[in-house]
């Protein structure tokens, strides 16, 4: 019984609860009294929604049951839920929440809008202004004022600078949770005042049966292919990155397609997840040349087994690395059809032919 009232919590669509994997990490960072906490981990595997989760159990407005979590039913938390709850911030980068309008844009004013995405993915300064009004009015319900920076290793210095005036000498009832993945990437200054809570990686065991419950067909592949990361694997199950996905399948394992058709086709992808996946397509390559299973794509041993026949070691090696090496640059393409076709040519290229 008790156990299925708890499933059915957190499968509830958009309600701020930890992953299961995190629940250690989750009791030392709610018994903690705090002003300051960093979470740090691999990017995917529910970090976001252990902030938020957290932001809401600081701000649950219910008397604090055994468990340590954010009632849901209360008014601060369904605020939370909703997304505006008057004392809670949450600081991204502008492109995450542009996200979605990315692909629109890309046929047009590329230049003009390469320009503003470089920018875009950074936290500025200008974000974290408001704070410092947030931090001289008192709390609107009462409660805590909470700050979430995600990630926080996206602050560029003057943002991360102004931050660290605040974590100096905490506001009174001000409380801040970073989220970070690279943790060399936030200044040492930050770092040291802040408590830091590491957020685990799940295991096969614990992320497969959490994907399951989440309706995600064919669990186990989909969490290879995200490299393991379950809230990427859950993103993207929803059917239409799914078709996407398997439209790029097509292009590696279809004989037939050529740079310029598989450009064509992968176009709705954009070219930095076209990247992304080639990237794993030939790290799965080497691994099967070498006698060993793949890891991102356990169901194409076939395919991958036949392509690196006809290559050497060496040759998938140097197109690895060379797929890897665009990794660096490609998130600001200047031409979003030119830089696909180009990868393409490279892959196919590197493959040998077509
Ligand atoms: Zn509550």
Redesign the pocket.
């Given at each position: 019984m008790a156990r299925a009232a708890a499933t059915a919590v957190l499968d509830r669509p958009g309600v701020p609860v930890p992953m299961p994997w995190h629940r250690a990490a989750w009791m030392a960072a709610a018994a903690s009294q705090v002003p300051s906490i960093l979470v740090h981990g691999p990017a995917g595997i529910g970090e976001r929604r252990f902030a938020l989760s957290l932001a809401?159990y600081w701000?649950?407005?219910?008397p604090p049951g055994t468990d340590a979590r954010?009632?849901?039913?209360?008014p601060?938390?369904k605020l939370v839920e909703a997304g505006n709850h008057p004392d809670l911030r949450v600081i991204e980068p502008a492109s995450m929440a542009a996200e979605n309008d990315d692909a629109e844009a890309d046929d047009e004013g590329a230049e003009e809008k390469g320009k503003g995405k470089a920018a875009s993915q950074a936290i500025l300064i200008g974000q974290l202004r408001p704070l410092t009004e947030l931090a001289q009015i008192s709390s609107h319900r009462g409660g805590a004022r909470v700050v979430v920076i995600h990630p926080a290793d996206a602050m560029n210095i003057a943002a991360s600078n102004a931050l660290l005036k605040m974590l100096e000498e905490p506001p009174a009832g001000m409380r801040f949770l970073l989220v970070a993945h690279r943790l060399q990437r936030v200044s040492a200054t930050v770092l040291s005042r802040c408590m830091r809570v590491a957020l685990p990686m799940p295991t096969g065991a614990q992320a497969v049966p959490w994907l399951e419950a989440q309706g995600v067909e064919d669990p186990a592949t989909a969490l290879a292919l995200a490299g393991g990361a379950p809230q990427v694997a859950l993103d993207g199950a929803d059917p239409v990155r799914a078709a996407l996905s398997r439209a790029w399948l097509r292009c590696v394992t279809d004989g037939s397609v050529t740079a310029l058709s598989a450009a064509r086709e992968t176009k709705d992808i954009g070219a930095p997840q076209v990247l992304s996946w080639l990237v794993q397509w030939t790290h799965d390559l080497a691994r099967v040349k070498a006698g060993a299973g793949p890891r991102y794509h356990p169901r194409q041993v076939p395919a991958l087994q036949r392509l690196s026949a006809a290559m050497t070691l060496r040759a998938i090696t140097r197109l690895h690395r060379t797929l890897a090496l665009r990794q660096r640059w490609i998130r600001h393409p200047l031409n979003a059809q030119l830089t696909l076709e180009a990868l393409w040519l490279d892959y196919f290229q590197g493959i040998g032919g077509r």
């Amino acid at each position: 019984m008790a156990r299925a009232a708890a499933t059915a919590v957190l499968d509830r669509p958009g309600v701020p609860v930890p992953m299961p994997w995190h629940r250690a990490a989750w009791m030392a960072a709610a018994a903690s009294q705090v002003p300051s906490i960093l979470v740090h981990g691999p990017a995917g595997i529910g970090e976001r929604r252990f902030a938020l989760s957290l932001a809401a159990y600081w701000l649950c407005e219910a008397p604090p049951g055994t468990d340590a979590r954010p009632c849901l039913e209360c008014p601060s938390c369904k605020l939370v839920e909703a997304g505006n709850h008057p004392d809670l911030r949450v600081i991204e980068p502008a492109s995450m929440a542009a996200e979605n309008d990315d692909a629109e844009a890309d046929d047009e004013g590329a230049e003009e809008k390469g320009k503003g995405k470089a920018a875009s993915q950074a936290i500025l300064i200008g974000q974290l202004r408001p704070l410092t009004e947030l931090a001289q009015i008192s709390s609107h319900r009462g409660g805590a004022r909470v700050v979430v920076i995600h990630p926080a290793d996206a602050m560029n210095i003057a943002a991360s600078n102004a931050l660290l005036k605040m974590l100096e000498e905490p506001p009174a009832g001000m409380r801040f949770l970073l989220v970070a993945h690279r943790l060399q990437r936030v200044s040492a200054t930050v770092l040291s005042r802040c408590m830091r809570v590491a957020l685990p990686m799940p295991t096969g065991a614990q992320a497969v049966p959490w994907l399951e419950a989440q309706g995600v067909e064919d669990p186990a592949t989909a969490l290879a292919l995200a490299g393991g990361a379950p809230q990427v694997a859950l993103d993207g199950a929803d059917p239409v990155r799914a078709a996407l996905s398997r439209a790029w399948l097509r292009c590696v394992t279809d004989g037939s397609v050529t740079a310029l058709s598989a450009a064509r086709e992968t176009k709705d992808i954009g070219a930095p997840q076209v990247l992304s996946w080639l990237v794993q397509w030939t790290h799965d390559l080497a691994r099967v040349k070498a006698g060993a299973g793949p890891r991102y794509h356990p169901r194409q041993v076939p395919a991958l087994q036949r392509l690196s026949a006809a290559m050497t070691l060496r040759a998938i090696t140097r197109l690895h690395r060379t797929l890897a090496l665009r990794q660096r640059w490609i998130r600001h393409p200047l031409n979003a059809q030119l830089t696909l076709e180009a990868l393409w040519l490279d892959y196919f290229q590197g493959i040998g032919g077509r």
